[in-house]
């Protein structure tokens, strides 16, 4: 079936270091779609792309969308103690409105 | 607060009982969905409602589990004869018409004893 694999689950991070959270899935999608959870909250939506090679930035986050359609990135950059939490990729098929979630990647950082 | 609204935050129940849990969308989103999430994992899909209409169900919704979304406002979801492996947290999202940008609630955290 239609599955986005995530990777890596956890990443412990040192203050100031940069670190990249990867998606992928093995058929192409329609859009893919990040949410941050922190913890003990909800996801909450961070942002969609939806063209192939699509790049975009929000201040210290990089997210990309490969040109296959089949994969995505966060990279960030500086880590803060305010990017603890969990962030998850979700991918949307076409004809499909439903979120196929990868298992998230689940951030500490070391002050 | 004009978020999605779930209700209650916490149940506690004993294998065997019902237990129902409501959602209240963004006022004038359209569609609406259940998902459930185990600790370390991400949401699973369960069902979504377009309106009133429920357009998909996961085959991994037992017969156990029943959605409604009556008068395509608010939505309830029932578990009968809970078993130890339905204990999981139950997020409801919505989104609009025009994008599907997804907008989770609190979600009602559920324990089978």
């Known amino acids: 079936g239609q599955q986005v694999m995530q990777i890596p689950q956890y990443q412990h991070v040192q203050e100031g270091e940069d670190f990249t959270t990867y998606c992928n899935s093995s058929t192409t999608l329609s859009n893919i779609q990040w949410y941050k959870q922190r913890p003990g909250g909800h996801p909450v939506f961070l942002i969609q792309l939806v063209k192939s090679g699509e790049v975009k930035k929000q201040k210290r986050l990089t997210f990309q969308f490969g040109e296959a359609k089949k994969n995505s990135s966060l990279h960030i950059t500086a880590t803060q103690t305010t990017d603890v939490g969990t962030y998850f990729c979700?991918?949307?098929?076409?004809?499909?409105?439903?979120?196929?979630f990868g298992a998230g990647t689940t951030v500490t950082v070391r002050a | 607060d004009t978020g999605v609204s779930q209700d209650p935050r916490h149940k506690i129940t004993k294998r065997g009982q019902n237990v129902t849990f409501r959602c209240d969308p963004i006022s004038e989103h359209n569609r609406l969905y259940w998902y459930r999430q185990t600790l370390g994992q991400g949401p699973e899909f369960l069902t979504y409602f377009q309106n009133e209409a429920q357009l998909e169900k996961s085959r991994l919704l037992s017969d156990r589990f029943s959605a409604e979304r009556p008068k395509g406002s608010f939505s309830t979801l029932e578990i009968q004869r809970t078993e130890q492996g339905d204990s999981a947290m139950y997020l409801c999202?919505?989104?609009?018409?025009?994008?599907?940008?997804?907008?989770f609630g609190a979600g009602t955290r559920l324990s089978v004893l």
């Open positions: 979700a991918g949307q098929y076409s004809n499909d409105y439903k979120l196929s």
């Open positions: 999202a919505s989104s609009p018409r025009q994008i599907n940008i997804q907008y």
